[in-house]
Nanobody
Framework: QVQLVESGGGLVQPGGSLRLSCTSP????????VGWFRQAPGKERIFVSA????????YYADSVKGRFTISRDNAKNTAYLQMNNLKPEDTAIYYC?????????????????WGQGTQVTVSS
């Protein structure tokens, strides 16, 4: 069982920035591809971004391209989601997740372990 822990969420004004972190106290993340999903109240969990196990490729939802950047530091066993120019519609719980295979990056069913999530609220 892989335990994932997210941090870095909070309340930020529109146009502001946050950096989310995802780490595992129980497992080595370097063997997994890492994804970020988000879920707003009353809505489905949707894909935000993903990064291959070695950081060689990254993937983004159209709604966050140019504003969000995913990265990882395998030496620190941590993945990140840098979120800039945040908008009210980015408000959601953000989940870190991992998978072993590649492809269909936006399909949550392809991911095997999930964190508890961290709340991001964008509001003035």
């Amino acid at each position: 069982q892989v335990q994932l822990v997210e941090s870095g969420g909070g309340l930020v004004q529109p146009g502001g920035s946050l950096r989310l972190s995802c780490t595992s106290p129980t497992s080595t993340l370097s063997i997994y591809h890492v994804g970020w999903f988000r879920q707003a109240p009353g809505k489905e969990r949707i894909f935000v971004s993903a990064i291959r196990y070695n950081g060689a490729d990254t993937y983004y939802a159209d709604s966050v391209k140019g504003r969000f950047t995913i990265s990882r530091d395998n030496a620190k066993n941590t993945a990140y989601l840098q979120m800039n120019n945040l908008k009210p519609e980015d408000t959601a719980i953000y989940y870190c997740t991992v998978r072993e295979d590649s492809g269909s990056w936006g399909d949550p069913n392809q991911y095997i372990y999930w964190g508890q999530g961290t709340q991001v609220t964008v509001s003035s």
